[in-house]
C-alpha cells in the first residue's frame, strides 16, 4: 500500500477550502485521515446551514466518528487549511485526534493565541503546510466580500 503524504492530504483540504469558496462560505477545508485513507472531508457551511457551529473541522470530526463507529479519534489525522478556533480546537480535544495539521495561522482567533491547553496533550500539532496557499484563498474571499 502506497503511503500517500501530508501533502496530499493537505492538498484534498485545499479542494474542500475552494468548495467553500464557490458556496460563498469562508473557504475553509478539513479532512480526517485515518490509516492513510481519508474517511471524512468537509468545508465550512456556517452559511448554508444557518449554523455558527457548522465549521469545517465540526463537520469532520462527526463525520469521521460517524465512520469509525466512535467518539474517540486518536488514530486519525485532521488537516484543515486554517488554524482551528476555540470551538474546533476544544473538539479536537475531546475526540482525542492523534493529529492536526494545519496550513495558515489565524492571528485573530485561533486556538494557538488563546490556549494551547485546548488541544489534548497527546495530539501532535504541525504548521505552515500550504500555509500560501491558504492564506491566498481566503484574501481573495474577503476581498471579493467587500466589494
Known amino acids: 500500500m502506497e503511503l500517500l503524504t501530508d501533502e496530499f492530504f493537505m492538498n484534498e483540504a485545499m479542494k474542500m477550502a ?28 456556517t452559511e448554508k446551514l444557518t449554523d455558527a457551529t457548522a465549521h469545517a473541522e465540526m463537520l469532520a470530526i462527526t463525520s469521521a466518528a460517524n465512520a469509525l463507529g466512535s467518539k474517540y479519534l486518536n488514530e486519525c489525522k485532521l488537516y484543515v487549511t486554517l488554524e482551528p478556533c476555540v470551538m474546533c480546537a476544544g473538539a479536537s480535544y475531546w475526540s482525542q485526534l492523534g493529529e492536526i495539521h494545519y496550513a495558515a495561522s489565524d492571528p485573530s482567533r485561533g486556538f494557538s493565541r488563546v490556549a494551547e491547553r485546548l488541544i489534548h496533550p497527546k495530539t501532535k500539532v504541525k504548521s505552515g503546510l500550504m500555509s500560501d496557499e491558504s492564506k491566498q484563498l481566503l484574501d481573495e474571499f474577503f476581498k471579493k466580500l467587500r466589494k
Open 18 to 45: 475552494k468548495m467553500a469558496f464557490e458556496d460563498d462560505e469562508i473557504p475553509v477545508g478539513a479532512v480526517v485521515v485515518c490509516r492513510n485513507r481519508i474517511i471524512a472531508k468537509a468545508y465550512n457551511q
